[in-house]
């Protein structure tokens, strides 16, 4: 029976944590939303190439080094030097602004007053884009990621037993938490906290809302439109390398990261699409509730295993809570209403 | 100078309403007819049927589909892929149970059952819209893939998980299976693609067309004047669920043969037939084939250009595809937000007066 307790707790605990890294991800659809109203769908790719370029200049790849190959028939590959992670993170963060003002300059300054829904099908084009030029970059292989900060400080990698260790010695029974999770805990509540500090307390976080609240009025007092949505976009940039970096350190730089995007969709929906505490809440119901039905139905571990969905119900669960809870309360838990004007 | 509705005396009502006014435009409708089921079938060798036009064929239908819902009635939808498979798996088990019914019947059988599944899904757009639905539609795509992944009575309980398609013939010849014809195939797809073009070109001019349009346009004031907002968005989520239900059977039976269902009705052909109605035109019968043609085209042309004439590798070719793709969405959006079908009525209308343009 203590074992069945442990166990289940340990999902919960295991549900949690992925929670938490889902949030991340919905952390930077929220940003962007507020600001511009662009249901941003390339989050997700942003954060494989946040991650996939700070994976690259780290150990000193040359870019489209494949692509210069293909065409030129040199055979270059890496520069022959390794950059160190913080300085690597710079100039990743560097990129990303790179990337936000293109995004801005190219795309959305051309589609400004476009109905939300043409806005959404243009993230899906960038999102392509993006994957196919990370792709091109850095090439497609899985890379592993290692981060360190000066004074030796690194990101632990996904599955390391020192908790499991220590609940044995303890209890006689094992309870398996990654501390990588742990530390993707630390980071989110730290990044959630800065973001919130920023976004109350400086002058452009001030201006950011601002603009949230009413573009024209914005407009109006003299906040710039064009800096403020590059300020957003690069700052849901900032979040994607975060959120890139723990993903990554999880389970391997690869395309597989870009489809946690598609998980944070319901996450959003069910914390609201405005709401900074909403993503979080939202990402750890999905996450709770994802593993524990997972736990409970998909393989059959409670009420004597009456029902056994056969697993892997991680793949719709999210979706199908969203989409039962959206026609209860559309606008989510903590968003706003939703009001319609003719 | 040769396009031109001078001299085209309309007599009647029916004449002034049919859907290719111009005189040359119906002329050159019937010229296309009549080569893609006179001239085509005798030319078609298996490489063209396979690599270009039954997946022309197969995705303009799915293209129809998608594009009365998201063109027309502008209820997005991402779950393609997941309508697809019911398509699919619907006519597996409607060819293994009865065998003895022609395929014909249960292709469209197919379509009924998958517009069915649609409606079910579609249900939520009675409370949510927008990007919202889009992901309610993703529940779809991704509940859909699992099931049949998951449940062994869609399959047969056959040890691979996978379903083939049996041996089936119209009138004597084999149009599944091994021992198929190309010719077969291809005109057992052109006839079910011009049925469905006609029905939703009729449909889209009438007043369930009339009533999307307006949903579309503007939800409540469409409601306000007389637009009931649910059989509106049911009937096109049915209709499109019908024609997009039409074009999985066909995919599985008569293009794949042998269907994973994960790999074949994954996320990305939702979006790849998002993308052709994207690039041919919302809300357009003719966009729906030209996106189509355009996205099957191209993987085509850049393999031969990239792979066969400069000797790259795949996998390059591969990533710059993408790339093209994403850009030339973002490109469409912000240049010509109506497609390739916009463009081709700018030529048309300058044809018209070309070459004495004022």
Redesign the interface.
Known sequence: MLEQIVFASEVFANGLMAGVLYALVALGFVLIYKASGIFNFAQGVMALFAAMTLVGIQNGQIPFAHLINAIFGTHIHHFGWNVPSFAALILTVGVMILLAWAVQKFVFRHLVGQEPIILFMATIGLAYFLEGFADLMWNSEIKTLTFCLPGELCLPQGMNLAIDEAAYNAWGVGFFIDNLDISAAIVAIVLVVALVAFSQYTKQGRAMRAVADDHQAALSVGISLNFIWVLVWSLAGFVALVAGIMWGAKSGVQFSLSLIALKALPVLMLGGFTSIPGAIVGGLIIGVGEKMFEYCFGIGQCFGGIINLGGATENWFAYVLALVFLVFRPQGLFGEKIIERV | MFYREAGDFKTNYAADNQTFPIKIDRKGYYVVLAFAFLVVPFLINDYWANAILLPFLIYSIAAIGLNILVGYC?Q?SLGTGGFMAVGAYACYKFMTGFPEINIFFHVLLSGGVTAFVCVMFGL?SL??K???L???T??AQ??L??LF???PWFYNYSASGQINAPERTVFGFPVTGPNTEAWAAYLFCLVFLVLSALIARNLTRGMAGRKWMAIRD?D??AE?IGVNPLKAKISAFAVSGFFVGISGALFFALYLGAVEVGEVFG?NKS?LV??MI?IGGLGSIFGSFAGAAFLVLLPVVLKVVGVDM????T??VA????????????LF??LE?HGLAQLWRVTKQKLRLWPFPH
Not at chain 2, 319 to 330: F, N, T, Y
């Open positions: 502008g997005v939520p409370r949510i927008g990007f919202y889009a992901v309610a993703l529940a991704f509940f893939v699992w992944n998951r449940v503007m409540i004031a306000i996320i979006f998002l993308f994207i400069l000797g790259w590798p996998d390059i990533h710059l595809q993408l790339v093209i793709v994403g850009g030339l969405i973002v959006l912000i937000p």
